[in-house]
């Protein structure tokens, strides 16, 4: 099943240990609806941090919809096998960046985050964070989805990102560091 790699990740950090079981709960009490955004306004979306090896850097998107910069990502779609071939795909269409190497199966976070009313019926998404790399000097693309998409580094983000964006990458990078 899809959601399988929720049972089998064991996040480093406590809280998103915490937030993982009621993704589970989510998941069980959802059934089909929880990855099928046409079932309901609160689904799982498949999200992909892209760094640089060093992990110095970070590739972000000027979110069309939420006017915010974010990493990339979105919903899961008829073809995608798992939450991370999800990820990846999204990364590669919104990115531009084809070559991608993927930084494993396993999530690196969980975030659950209320939507404003620009994301039409969705309300709630239920995210799944990974990690790609990118090869050195990979230029990205702007695509339908976003307005820009531009290299920073992770300690010197942009205006415009959520409030709580820095520690959602700080979470992702300490669990890549934990993994390696």
């Keep these: 099943m899809i959601t399988d790699v929720l049972d089998a990740w064991t996040p480093h950090d406590p809280a998103q240990a915490g937030l993982l079981e009621e993704y589970r709960a989510f998941v069980a009490a959802s059934g089909p609806a929880a990855i099928d955004r046409s079932l309901a306004p609160e689904h799982l979306t498949a999200s992909c941090f892209v760094l640089t090896p060093d992990l110095s850097s970070v590739l972000l998107c000027f979110h069309r919809k939420g006017q915010f910069w974010v990493q990339l990502g979105g919903h899961l779609e008829p073809g995608d096998t798992s939450l991370a071939d999800a990820a990846h795909r999204e990364a590669r269409e919104e990115g531009g960046i084809v070559d991608l190497l993927p930084g494993g199966p396993l999530p690196a976070d969980v975030h659950r985050h209320e939507l404003s009313a620009a ?20 230029v990205p693309v702007v695509s339908d989805e976003s307005e820009q998409v531009a290299w ?29």
């Design 119 to 138: 994301f039409g019926r969705c309300r709630v998404h239920w995210d799944v964070g990974f990690v790609a790399y990118a090869p050195a000097g990979a």
């Design 152 to 180: 920073f580094a992770v300690d010197a983000l942009p205006t415009g990102t959520p409030e709580d964006f820095a520690v959602r990458l700080r979470t992702v990078l300490d669990e890549v560091l934990a993994t390696r």
